[in-house]
C-alpha cells in the first residue's frame, strides 16, 4: 500500500496530527494505524487537562519558569518557551474538535492547579479531559474523506532508502495485522511515530496494556537518536490496587484541596518540601516513598473528606466512580495511594519542530523527547506538548518531499503466528520485575548493574528462539526487552541525581536510608 503520510500510534498526538493535516491538505491520503482501536489509548485516560498559560507575557514566563523548575533545571529555558509560546493557540486548535474546556460562573475558562504550578493555568473537562478529547477528535477524523483508519496493525519495522543525492529517508513501515498475523508494508512520503510510553515495561502503571516502547525499538533500528530515557516519572497518586493498569487519582484533586497523610494520619509533606502537596511530582513520589520505608507501610492516603461533597461530586465523576468500584466513599474514606509509572520524560529526540535525525521521520507525543519536560515533567504539560509539535509535524509534513518512489523493499515474512508462548511470557514478568524492583523511583548502582546484565541474558535466551517459535510474541518480547535496555543503560550513565532519576547511592545523606533498605546485594527492597 502506499500513502501520502503515514502516522503510527492514535493517542491525542498521533490524532491530532491526522486532523490538522487532513484540513490542510484535502488532497493527501493519509494512513492513521494503531496496534489496538482508536478509542483505546493512554490519552484517554487523562484525568487533568491541559496547562495553557493565559494569553499575555507575564503569564506565559511564569508557565516557562514553572517547567523549567519542575524538570530540576535539566531543559534549555529558550527551548521551553520555543515550544510553549504556542500553548494558547491551541484553544483555537479545539475549534475543529468543537471541543469546548468547563468554564467558570464569571464565564471565563476553569483553571486548575497541579504540582509545580505557580498559578492556575490548566484548563480541563471535569476530571476525563482526555477522554472529552479522544472522542471530540475520533468524531472529527472520520468525517475526513483523506482519512484512512488501521486499527489492530502493529508496526514491526520502519522502511528506510537511500537516495545517493539525499542520504537515507524513513520510507514507510511494515505492519502486522494482530487479528489475522498477515504482514503488509505500507510506503509514505513522511512517517510519524506517536506510539505513547513505556508503563508495561513495569509490574504496574497508569498506562494501558501494550505500551511498550516499541517507538523507541523502531526509530533506534533504523539510526534515530533516542535522549533523557533515564527519566521514567511516577505519578504519586495511583490508587493503591495490585493491578497492571492502576487507576489514577488525578493530581488535580490536591489542586483542589486534598491532602496526603501517612498511617499515622500526619501530613508529611512539610518534612520535603515548603509547596507541600503541591510540590512536583518527583519530589511528592520518593517522599511517599520514603513515608512507606519509614511506616512499613503498603499506602498513604489522599484524604479529601474536608472537601465541599457537592463540589467534589461534580467536578471529580471519574474519580468518585474508580473510588466506588474499590468500595472507597472518597467523600467520607481517605483513599489509599501510591506512586505509580506514569509517563517517559525521554523518548525519541526531535526538535520543536518533532524532526528526528532520520529524513522523513517525525515523532511528537510521549514517545517522542523535545526535552521540554526536562528530568521530570510538570503536570499537565504532556497532553499540550503533544498537541503543540503534533500540528507543527502536520505544517512541515504538508509541505513534504517525496523520498519514496524508488523503494522496492518487500517483507521478509507474509505472515505472522499469534501463538502465546508460555516461556516468552515468563519472561515478559521478569522484564517487568526487573524495571520495577531495579529501574523505579529509587535506584541502586548495584540495581542497575544486575539490572543490565540480566536483561542482556533474556536477550539472549529469545534470540535462540527456533524459526518456528518466531512469532508476533517473540516479537514484541525482543522489542519489549531492548527499550527495557536503553533506559537502564541510560541510568547507569547518568551519574548525578536530577528529576526522576535519583541513584540512592549519590546522596550522601542517604546512607541510612541505603542500610535500612538495600538487601546484602545493595539491591533496593521496598514492599
Ligand atoms: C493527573 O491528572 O494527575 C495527570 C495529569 C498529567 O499526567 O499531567
Known amino acids: 500500500m502506499t500513502t501520502d503520510i503515514l502516522i503510527i500510534g492514535s493517542g491525542i498526538a498521533g490524532l491530532n496530527t491526522a486532523c490538522q493535516l487532513a484540513k490542510l491538505r484535502p488532497d493527501f491520503e493519509i494512513v492513521i494505524a494503531t496496534k489496538s482501536t482508536l478509542e483505546n489509548s493512554n490519552s484517554a485516560k487523562a484525568q487533568g487537562g491541559i496547562a495553557i498559560p493565559k494569553n499575555d507575557p507575564d503569564s506565559l514566563q511564569k508557565h516557562v519558569a514553572d517547567t523549567f523548575l519542575a524538570g530540576d533545571q535539566f531543559a534549555d529555558p529558550k527551548l521551553i518557551e520555543d515550544i510553549l509560546k504556542d500553548a494558547h493557540s491551541v484553544l483555537e486548535q479545539m475549534e475543529l474538535y468543537d471541543l469546548q474546556f468547563d468554564m467558570n460562573s464569571s464565564g471565563t475558562l476553569d483553571r486548575t492547579i497541579e504540582g509545580g504550578h505557580s498559578e492556575r493555568r490548566i484548563v480541563h473537562v471535569k ?53 489475522t498475523g498477515e504482514v ?24 494501558i496494556a501494550g505500551t511498550n516502547g516499541e517507538g523507541l525499538v523502531l526509530a533506534h533500528d533504523i539510526g534515530a537518536e533516542l535522549s533523557n530515557l533515564e527519566f521514567v516519572q511516577f505519578h504519586p497518586t495511583g490508587l493503591s490496587a495490585p493491578k497492571q493498569t492502576v487507576p489514577l487519582i488525578s493530581e488535580a484533586l490536591r489542586g483542589e484541596g486534598a491532602h496526603l ?49 457537592d463540589k467534589f461530586m461534580d467536578r471529580f465523576p471519574e474519580i468518585y466512580k474508580i473510588c466506588s468500584e474499590a468500595n472507597i466513599d472518597p467523600r467520607t ?41 526536562g528530568a521530570n515533567r510538570l ?19 504538508s509541505e513534504i518531499p517525496d ?42 548502582k548495584n540495581g542497575l548493574n544486575y539490572s543490565m546484565e540480566r536483561l542482556r541474558e533474556i536477550e539472549n535466551a529469545i534470540n535462540q528462539a527456533t524459526p518456528e517459535e518466531r512469532s508476533l510474541h517473540y516479537h514484541v518480547l ?3 526487552v531492548k527499550s527495557a535496555m536503553f533506559i537502564t543503560q541510560s ?13 540512592i547511592n549519590d546522596q550522601e545523606q542517604s546512607q541510612q536510608i541505603i542500610s535500612n533498605t538495600t538487601d546484602q546485594n545493595g539491591h533496593f527492597s521496598v514492599r
Not at 405 to 419: F, G, H, R
Open 261 to 309: 497523610v501517612n498511617e499515622q494520619n500526619e501530613r508529611f509533606m512539610s518534612k520535603y518540601d515548603p509547596r507541600m502537596e503541591l510540590a512536583p511530582r518527583d519530589i511528592v513520589s520518593r517522599a511517599i516513598v520514603f513515608e512507606l520505608i519509614n511506616d512499613d507501610a503498603k499506602h498513604v492516603y489522599l484524604d479529601a473528606t474536608h472537601m465541599n461533597t
Open 333 to 373: 474514606d481517605r483513599i489509599p495511594v501510591v506512586p505509580i509509572q506514569h509517563f517517559h520524560c525521554g523518548g525519541i529526540e526531535t526538535d520543536t519542530m518533532g524532526r528526528t535525525n532520520i529524513n522523513s521521520l517525525f515523532a511528537c507525543g510521549e514517545c517522542a523527547c523535545t526535552s521540554l519536560h
Open 379 to 397: 503536570a499537565s504539560n504532556s497532553l499540550l506538548e503533544a498537541l503543540i509539535i503534533s500540528k507543527r509535524v502536520a505544517e512541515l509534513v
Open 491 to 503: 541510568a547507569l550513565l547518568r551519574d548525578t541525581n536530577c528529576g526522576c532519576h535519583f541513584n
Open 403 to 444: 523520498y519514496s518512489s524508488k523503494s522496492t523493499t518487500t517483507s521478509k515474512y507474509s505472515a505472522y503466528s499469534l501463538a502465546d508462548n508460555m516461556y516468552f511470557e515468563k519472561l515478559n514478568l521478569e522484564i517487568q520485575d526487573i524495571l520495577t524492583n531495579e529501574v523505579g523511583i529509587i535506584r541502586t
Open 127 to 179: 476530571d476525563f479531559t482526555g477522554k472529552a478529547m479522544i472522542n471530540a477528535m475520533i468524531k472529527t477524523l472520520k468525517g475526513f474523506k483523506n482519512i484512512t483508519i488501521l486499527e489492530n496493525h502493529i508496526s514491526i519495522n520502519l522502511l528506510q532508502n537511500e537516495d545517493p543525492s539525499h542520504g537515507f529517508s524513513c520510507i514507510g513501515s511494515t505492519f502486522v495485522s494482530t487479528i
Open 478 to 480: 525482543k522489542s519489549k
Open 184 to 207: 503488509n508494508n505500507i510506503f509514505a512520503k513522511a512517517t510519524i511515530l506517536a506510539t505513547g510510553g513505556i508503563g508495561s515495561l513495569y509490574k504496574s502503571s497508569t498506562n
